[in-house]
């Protein structure tokens, strides 16, 4: 989102402007969607961080620094509300590397290659990132999928920069191993 | 070594790339919506409420009575002093 847009919308959420509120709301909502559904690998829980974090936005809008930015903001409170839940439930990694079987639902307008072609690349990025480690696959969604830099990201997880960009670099040969690639070119898998 | 820095057309870029963004049941949408419209809403009916008896209506005359009043007791109470005083 271009920054003076962004600075504008902020304004107006402040004010309470509901048109405001609906740019954010389609602006960010599949986003942070998609984040929440691969860091929890669940719909039903991504659903509810998701609402979870736009109440409080809307409730938390009038203090908001003038000069918000928007994404860090959104990702950092969905984020500590899944870890939130994780703790309160006690999540065990092991239990939750499977994604949802309706993930990721097929994309009208493809054809039937590359349809396919699309889904077979997914599937193996959505496997890959689903065993990663939690704390490198946050850094490398954060980064790899959602476009934040390094030192946003490590706002939204509360690290310092320094570290963020080593979990990166990890995480990425982590992916690569995952993924069953060697030097950008991609490998078949055994089995 | 720049970690931040990501090789073009490599695989993991790739895959990364072809990642599409999803999005909660329309349901979901929709209420998330509607919850937090309501909420906007109920915040803006507040800020006026505040907003009221300044703005117009009788929010002026509590502030008046309670000046007059005070001016006529002042002005008793330097008339009675200075008949006190005349009377002397």
Redesign the interface.
């Known amino acids: 989102m271009d920054r003076e847009i962004e600075l504008r919308l902020v304004a107006r959420l402040k004010a309470?402007d509901?048109a405001a509120?609906?740019a954010i709301?389609e602006a960010y909502?599949?986003?942070l969607?998609?984040f929440l559904?691969?860091l929890s690998r669940r719909?039903d829980v991504?659903?509810d961080l998701?609402?979870e974090t736009?109440?409080r936005?809307?409730?938390r809008?009038?203090t908001l620094i003038d000069d918000a930015r928007l994404a860090p903001w959104l990702f950092a409170v969905a984020r500590n509300l899944y870890f939130s839940w994780r703790r309160s439930r006690a999540v065990d990694d092991r239990r939750t590397s499977d994604l949802d079987p309706a993930?990721?639902?097929p994309?009208r307008g493809d054809s039937p290659f590359e349809a396919v072609a699309?889904a077979e690349?997914?599937r193996?990025?959505?496997a890959?990132l689903a065993r990663l480690p939690l704390r490198d696959r946050e850094v490398?969604l954060l980064?790899?999928?959602e476009g934040l830099t390094?030192s946003e990201a490590a706002g939204v997880c509360g690290l310092p920069p320094v570290t963020v960009?080593?979990r990166?670099?990890r995480a990425?040969e982590k992916?690569?191993v995952e993924?069953g690639?060697d030097r950008?070119?991609?490998r078949a898998r055994a089995g | 070594m720049d970690?931040?820095t990501?090789?073009p057309?490599?695989?993991?870029?790739?895959?990364?790339s072809?990642?599409?963004?999803?999005?909660?049941?329309a349901e979901?949408?929709e209420?998330?919506?509607a919850?937090?419209?309501g909420?906007?809403?109920q915040?803006?009916e507040k800020?006026e409420r505040r907003a009221r008896p300044l703005a117009g209506g009788t929010g002026w005359l509590e502030p008046a009575l309670a000046f007059s009043l005070g001016a006529l007791y002042l002005a008793e109470a330097v008339a009675r002093a200075l008949a006190v005083y005349a009377c002397r």
Do not use: K, Q
Not at chain 2, 18 to 25: E, G, K, Y
């Open positions: 309470g509901p509120l609906e709301y909502r599949p986003r969607f998609a559904v691969r719909r991504a659903e998701l609402e736009w109440l936005l809307v409730t809008a009038g993930w990721p639902a994309e699309r690349l997914e193996r990025v959505e890959a490398l980064v790899g999928v390094p960009r080593a990166l670099h990425r992916l690569a993924m690639v950008g070119v991609p | 970690m931040t990501w090789e057309g490599d695989a993991v870029d790739e895959g990364l072809a990642l599409r963004v999803h999005d909660a049941s979901r949408v209420r998330i919506r919850r937090c419209m909420v906007l809403a915040r803006h800020a």
